[in-house]
């Protein structure tokens, strides 16, 4: 399974992004896929999952409500919408997949948000 991340950039306080994912695998519908993230001098932390259905979603407390993670099984990819975004959200975004825990993960897309 290949992850490829794309939409990441650079963005100022308060505005939004989308991440997507694209799987290159023909069993991606029965896979979660999920999105981390790392800080600059951070650990790698979960962001948000979503399970192969996507009847189900589960995020960090950090961005419940300004996040949302759903995903298109037609077209083999995952998505990450980032709205009201924040400095501290500044990182590279991984996606991952895999059931039941992740074992595929991609190269990583950078998010920088400015104050």
């Known amino acids: 399974v290949q992850l490829v991340e794309s939409g990441g950039g650079l963005v100022q306080a308060g505005g939004s992004l989308r991440l997507s994912c694209a799987a290159s695998t023909q069993t991606f519908s029965s896979l979660d896929m999920g999105w981390f993230r790392q800080g600059p001098g951070k650990d790698r932390e979960f962001v948000a999952r979503?399970?192969?259905?996507?009847?189900?979603?589960d995020y960090v407390d950090s961005v419940k409500g300004r996040f949302t993670i759903y995903r298109d099984n037609r077209k083999d990819t995952v998505y990450l919408q980032m709205n009201s975004l924040k400095p501290e959200d500044t990182g590279v975004y991984y996606c991952?997949?895999?059931?039941?825990?992740?074992?595929?993960w991609g190269q990583g897309t950078q998010v920088s948000v400015s104050s």
């Open positions: 979503i399970n192969w259905s996507g009847g189900r979603t």
């Open positions: 991952a997949a895999g059931t039941p825990s992740f074992r595929y």
